[in-house]
């Protein structure tokens, strides 16, 4: 199985900063990767497949890149609705796998 | 609108089982691969199982092979897993996720039901 691992684990920011999440995955596969947002008590949330595109409605702040193995969201202004929780997950290979979430919190 | 919503759940003893169904609707169901994800108290997320549009295919993750056994109804639009052998390790809240996919599943999930609580315990 391909193992995610994100970083951070969680993360303290203001609105207005630039927030990076990063996905390590173990071993290459192809850019089949998700990235969902996930708020207390409420359903995960897709945001961007393929690691790049975004879901209709995703606020254009939102992005995804790959380089390799590694992958990343940026949010490239946080907003007051930003403040939740990320996960990565591969589905380029099976099974798929999600990143143990990285929590964004208010400074 | 999509709207899946799942149903089912409770409190159940070890060794014990449990069916969960989940009502879809505001899409072409019988077009979707459809799968279950789980998210264990405090944890992150582990899918689950997956089936085909057709429902003849089927698809498990390690933890929950041979325990459980997905299945749809396209007449009902409605997807379900038959839990047996429950343990506590399967606590979590179970999710039923629409797969982005036509036909088989891709395992991208771009909707979600809200959720239902699953408690394995004496």
């Known amino acids: 199985d391909i193992q995610m691992t994100q970083s951070p684990s969680s993360l303290a920011a203001s609105v207005g900063d630039r927030v990076t999440i990063t996905c390590r995955a173990s071993?290459?596969?192809?850019?089949?990767l998700a990235w969902y947002q996930q708020k207390p008590e409420k359903a995960p949330r897709s945001l961007i497949y393929?690691?790049?595109k975004l879901e209709s409605g995703v606020p254009s702040r939102f992005s995804g890149s790959a380089s390799g193995t590694e992958f990343t969201l940026t949010i490239s202004s946080l907003q007051p609705e930003d403040f939740a929780t990320y996960y990565c997950?591969?589905?380029?290979?099976?099974?798929?796998?999600f990143g143990g979430g990285t929590k964004v919190e208010i400074k | 609108e999509v709207q899946l919503l799942e149903s089912g759940g409770g409190l159940v003893q070890p060794g014990g089982s449990l069916r969960l169904s989940c009502a879809a609707s505001?899409?072409?169901?019988?077009?979707?691969?459809m799968s279950w994800v789980r998210q264990a108290p405090g944890k992150g997320l582990e899918w689950v199982s997956s089936?085909?549009?057709?429902?003849?295919?089927?698809y498990y993750a390690d933890s929950v092979k041979g325990r459980f056994t997905i299945s749809r109804d396209n007449s009902k639009n409605t997807l379900n897993v038959q839990m047996n052998s429950l343990r506590a390790e399967d606590t979590a809240i179970y999710y039923c996720?629409?797969?982005?996919?036509?036909?088989?599943?891709?395992?991208?999930?771009?909707?979600w039901g809200q959720g239902i609580q699953v408690t394995v315990s004496s």
């Open positions: 996720a629409r797969d982005w996919n036509y036909g088989g599943p891709l395992y991208y999930f771009d909707d």
């Open positions: 505001g899409f072409t169901f019988n077009r979707h691969a």
């Open positions: 089936i085909s549009d057709s429902g003849g295919a089927t």
């Open positions: 071993r290459v596969f192809n850019t089949w």
């Open positions: 393929d690691a790049s």
């Open positions: 997950q591969q589905y380029g290979s099976f099974p798929p796998t």
